[in-house]
């Protein structure tokens, strides 16, 4: 509505209007009780430039969530956990199936966010999308989560174009001990952990496991709100979620300044994924392993890993040309060496820069002609100190790709300037990119689309001459720590992306397009596809079903979509007891041209906020959060289209600390009042789910 986006734009530019009034009284004023701020302490961040720096310094809007703030939240898993993050809009669909992006609407496939772990891409280039099930490592292992909220590719490369969550680990140093978690509750859920680590002289090693069950959530049924004309909601067996891992780490530090690390990890997953053409169910033997070896000097880091991603599938509702439900086998191999180095020119210039290799194997059973990719990147940026208070920053990475016939460049620059220690005001300009993955250059499959009692053929193709999707964003921000722990940030943010990739109906069966009579296709219905509904022979469906039928579907690049909106965070530890936390978004309704069908696009939420408080004292320790989720559009799934609705859900924990803490005995409730939550139009019944745990450390 007009008011909503006049109100909230007038908050972001009277919020942003009074940052320097705000920051020049912390800087020069000092309240009774507060703490003096060279004693508040300093957030360090490595995603936005792949160099470590105070947050306040970086170029780019980022939420840190620590190992308290992690263990704090009562998050039932990393969508709960990351919902708290302003700007990020997440959607669970399933027991195991989880979607994320920041600043425009998700999907059953979110393709547009990068998610890494201790730098190694968790990101599936076959079909552009993050498992979040593969990751190796137990929550109490994370050290922090970095959440850049806008595009990363000029440091990250493709794929970093609506944000970057990398999730950094703890180093066994710091870990030292031994930890065991086991809990169950609702759902039949089940899950124990294991965590050893421990140093020997310069050797430092860590070996964890876990396992995680749970049966599935409800489904959907009547008709779907919203849909034109009404639909039902598809009946197919549910299924919920088994989950084993393991990570093994090894480091040697060379000397105080340097060290070597080697890795290992395995992650099995089933249950289902939803995607455009239905869902799918994952058969149990489904994995990612990896091997991984880092060098640390200082600011320089080298990094090898290979991922081995080995899965099965079938889906639930579409068929392939031989009547049976389509099945979807999937293989690939992933080979990436990476390097990263910061340096200081002179008395004004810090320069970061970088390169990657990467080389990737696929076999794909529904694209059987995409094998490999080959892809290289460089980046470099160079911080300009201008002044005591005024920093610009410039950079830009170039990335060469397979199959795109250029290259592409990513250029980025921000002006930062500085009213006052720890506040920071920031004027950003960036582009990134996502590039085609191998299912959509190469997707080859005939699929039976059920209309009534008949299964008519149609093909499925991919586009190999697709572009990469472009992105542009223009961002004004704060961020600033005030003398009493306050940490608050700003921002109002323009995103224009152009040369979206969308799967869409190429033909239609009609007069000179008639399919042809099979099994599941009586030659005397063939004719049906001369008429157009209602003036063929009463013997045929609907009177005539020309026109209505898709006989080919494939990928395009269309038009451009702008999402704008603003952005609020807060949060403070009080003392050593109390912590909270609140956040909001708005993000506009998006405007699109060049495109036919702007009903065919999803829309995000309108409004999201959170709000979370917390409270520990030793053996003691309890924690609440809110969050709030305005209706969204969905239009990624099938035929289906339709709006959620809005809701609010209330997650809490209590808990105790036993035996001088090495014992702690906690109820965790996620949606405690049991509110039908459906975070996406054909998604699951997130339904309230009470867990009991026992943990110890020793």
Known sequence: MAWKKKLAWGLALVCLGTVPAFAQ??????????TPQDEVEEVIVVTASRTEQALNEAPAAITVLDARTI????????????????????SQTSARDLNMTSRGSTNTLSTSQLVLLDGRSLYLDFFGFVMWDFLPVNPGEIKQIEAVRGPGSAVWGANAMTGVVNLITKRPKEMAGTSILVGAGELATKYASLSHAGVSGRVGYKVSGGYYEQDPYDRPTGVVPGSVPPQAYPDFQ???????????RVDFDIDETQYISFGGGYAGTDGIIHTGIGPFDIDSSSNLSFGKVNYQRGALAVSFFANFLDADSVNLLTRGSDG?????????????????????????????????YRSSNFDLEIAPRGEDKQEWGVFLQDEILLGEKVRWLIGGRYDDIDPLEDGVFTPRTSLLISPAPRHTIRLSYNEAFRTPSAINNYLDVQILNQVGPLLIPARADGNVVLEEEKLKAFEVGYVGTFGNGLLLTLAAYRNETRDTIDFYVQRLYGPGNLPAPSPFLPAAVVPCFLFAPGTGPAACPLR????????????????????????????????????WFFNASWQDDPEFSGIDSPEDQNRAPEWRANLGVSFDRGNFFWSANVNYQDEAY??????????????????????????????TIQVLGSNIFDEEVQQHIFGDIISRKVTGQIGFRF
């Open 324 to 356: 049976q439900p389509l099945g979807f086998a999937f293989s690939t191999d992933t080979y990436n060496l990476d390097f990263a180095n910061t340096t200081v020119a002179g008395a004004r210039n810090i320069l970061t820069y970088g390169a990657n």
């Open 238 to 248: 549910n299924q919920g979620t088994e989950q084993p891992k393991g990570d093994v």
């Open 25 to 34: 009284e912390a800087g020069g004023q000092e309240s009774p009780g507060d």
């Open 634 to 663: 969905w239009a990624d799934v099938l035929n289906v289209r339709g709006f959620t609705d809005a809701f609010t859900q209330v997650n809490a924990s209590i808990g105790f600390r036993l035996l001088d803490e090495r014992m």
């Open 71 to 90: 263990e704090s939240i009562p998050a039932d898993d990393y969508g709960d956990l990351l919902r708290n993050v302003p700007g990020l809009n997440v």
């Open 544 to 579: 005539g079903l020309a026109g209505l039928v898709p006989s080919n579907f494939s990928y395009r690049n269309i038009g451009e979509q702008t999402d704008q909106g603003f952005e609020l965070s807060l949060n403070q530890r009080i003392g050593t007891d109390w912590s």
